[in-house]
């Protein structure tokens, strides 16, 4: 399958029929579909084969979940001996050789000053079911109840990651600033932007009058993902751990997105330097299939049998897969290419900023990069920021969709262009990503008002 190639082969009959019967059948709630109106058939690395007879490049990678890209051969391979022994499909959460191996590779990637100790728990295979399994073991160990979390964040949409994420209404969970240079809620942005956002979470804590009790735990990502790709400073991140150490207050760090390569390190937080007490992981270390554990320090582990329980904890498929991406990413060092590949894709989408004022911001780590989109027209706040344009920016994905270029949205409006292509990118497709991105945007700024904004014929 040619992977930078779009040009449309023998459409498929099924195409528009399928679309037409999904938005007759699925619920109101569904979410890519909208955006991205495709039928994948086929899937290679990077790329996707549509009914449509036409091939994408996909950088939204299930959410960056596919850190090899779509059928790596070592995952077939994996999956395929699995499926060739015998061995059983579903057995709970029993002790097995392929289980085994999945907990000895995954424990051998983990930052020193885990691995010595480390517990795991696999969970319900959704990063959302590791969340909640994070906060039932803190707040067992504490004995406290309460949570610390961040504005921007996202960790799920069961209720208590829910609770923790940014759009939350209504819980007992503290929200905290999170550093975000573009626009600070303290409006200095910078390294002093992110020094009053951890003089804020000490505050809270150290005043008795702040009417925040002590909480069970804090939970933070390490590179807010739907928040916006905001990387957070590693100096903050440290202070992060230094304040919650200090003050006994289990860290837990969810990595369900940004884990296994992804920002250019193995684990994120490994850039930082910071040891957490509760790595809460998900995505990528399926392999592609279903998968979510948290590995905690064992002295939280005082939770008794069954305290998060769950029927599908023992995806044997996903193990396999889970421990041969986990391989294959170390052996090729990937997560040192995505940390080069990704800084020459930021510095060329810099340059694409400097000549399209509708560009904000762009910002990310490894291979996890985003571009806000603005209204330059519009009166700039304090820190020279200007309002987000998601109205351009659904233009701009659709105008991506329509040269062959899957892109999701995120932010805290949906005007963040996101790229989360997989950690086998060659420089070629990277380049051939940002030429559409890049065309894409052209397109766009060309279209006359009222004009579909460049779109060409998507529904
Ligand atoms: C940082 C983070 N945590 C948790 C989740 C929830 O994972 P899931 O959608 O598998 O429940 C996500 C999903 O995008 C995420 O990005």
């Not at 804020?200 to 990502?221: F, R």
Request: proline content about 7%.
């Amino acid at each position: 399958m040619a992977l930078t190639e779009s040009v449309p082969t023998a459409p498929s009959p099924g195409h528009e029929g399928i679309l037409r019967r999904q938005a007759q059948r699925e619920s109101a709630a569904r979410t890519y579909a909208r955006s991205l109106p495709i039928v994948p058939v086929r899937a290679r690395g990077l790329t996707i084969e549509g009914a449509d007879g036409r091939r994408y490049l996909d950088c939204l990678s299930g959410a960056g979940t596919l850190a090899l890209g779509h059928n790596h051969p070592v995952v077939l391979e994996a999956v395929r001996a699995v499926l060739d022994s015998g061995a059983p499909l579903h057995v709970l959460d029993l002790a097995t050789p392929v289980k085994d191996a999945f907990v000895t590779e995954l424990f051998a990637s983990l930052p020193a000053g885990l691995a010595e100790n480390a517990r795991i728990q696999f969970c319900g295979p959704a990063g959302t079911d590791a969340v909640e399994a994070a906060l039932t073991l803190v707040r067992t160990a504490t004995g406290r109840d309460g949570l610390m979390a961040f504005s921007g964040a996202y960790h799920g949409m069961t209720t208590g990651a829910l609770a923790a994420s940014g759009g939350a209404r209504h819980t007992a969970v503290t929200r905290l600033p999170y550093p975000y240079d573009y626009r600070c809620p303290f409006g200095t942005g910078g390294a002093r932007g992110a020094e009053l956002a951890a003089r804020w979470t000490e505050s809270l804590l150290d005043d008795p009058k702040s009417g925040v009790p002590d909480p069970a735990g804090l939970i933070v990502e390490p590179v807010q993902g739907e928040g916006g790709v905001i990387p957070a400073p590693d100096a903050w991140l440290r202070r992060m751990r230094e304040i919650t150490a200090a003050r006994s207050i289990p860290l837990i760090v969810d990595e369900v997105q940004t884990g296994v390569g992804r920002t250019g390190a193995f684990w994120a937080v490994e850039h930082s330097g910071i040891v957490p007490d509760v790595l809460v992981l998900s995505k990528a270390i399926g392999g592609s299939l279903p998968l979510a554990v948290i590995v905690y320090r064992e002295e939280l582990d005082t939770w008794p049998p069954g305290a998060h329980a769950g029927t599908f904890r023992g995806n044997q498929l996903a193990m396999a897969a889970g421990r041969a991406t986990l391989a294959h990413v170390r052996e090729a060092g990937l997560d040192r290419h995505a940390a080069a590949l990704g800084a020459r894709m930021l510095a060329r989408l810099q340059a694409l900023a400097a000549v399209h004022p509708c560009i904000g911001d762009v910002r990310g780590r490894g291979l996890m990069l985003g571009v806000e989109l603005v209204d330059p027209e519009a009166e700039a706040g304090p820190a020279g920021d200007l309002p987000a344009d998601p109205g351009l920016a659904a233009a701009v994905q659709r105008a991506c969709l329509d040269r062959g270029l899957i892109v999701e949205l995120g932010g805290r409006h949906q005007s963040v262009v996101r790229l989360l292509p997989p950690l086998t990118l060659t420089d070629e497709q990277a380049e051939a990503i940002l030429d559409r991105l890049a065309d894409a945007l052209e397109g766009v700024r060309e279209a006359p008002p009222g004009s579909g904004r460049g779109a060409t014929g998507t529904p």
